[in-house]
């Protein structure tokens, strides 16, 4: 199976923090499933590293790339055709980036590794 993770799965996954579920978890450590984070989430821990809102413990510059490769994880860049699917969308979740991921997930017919409840509004596949 193809995974999307959520920002906060991503790095709930990384610092090992007891928020991740179990199911959420297992998923994630599973080999048998290929593992998708979106530059849309690079980008939201980007945002919020510089307005001081998230505190990595580690420089941001190389962080991502680390944790990507340490785990195997795939980068999933944002196409015109995600970006396209955001204008359907109706505003069950005001969080752009959550908009976004919603969207590639559609797209690319995977579901979403999150604990967020709002995304189900959408009818997209959720797993926590």
């Known amino acids: 199976m193809i995974l999307l993770l959520?920002?906060?799965?991503?790095?709930?996954?990384?610092?090992?923090?007891?928020?991740?579920?179990?199911?959420?978890?297992?998923a994630i450590?599973?080999?048998a499933n290929r593992k998708l984070v979106s530059t849309a989430s690079c980008w939201e821990v980007a945002i919020k590293v510089s307005q001081r809102k998230l505190d990595l413990g580690a420089p941001y510059r190389g962080f991502i790339h680390q944790h990507l490769v340490r785990n195997n994880f795939e980068l999933l860049p944002i196409a015109d055709e995600h970006l396209a699917g955001i204008v359907d969308l109706p505003f069950h979740h005001r969080d752009p980036f959550d908009r976004l991921l919603v969207a590639q997930a559609f797209y690319e017919e995977i579901p979403i590794v999150s604990g967020d409840k709002q995304l189900d509004a959408y009818g997209v596949q959720r797993i926590w």
């Open 29 to 31: 450590r599973s080999p």
């Open 6 to 26: 959520d920002t906060h799965s991503f790095l709930w996954f990384w610092w090992d923090d007891p928020q991740l579920s179990r199911t959420a978890n297992e």
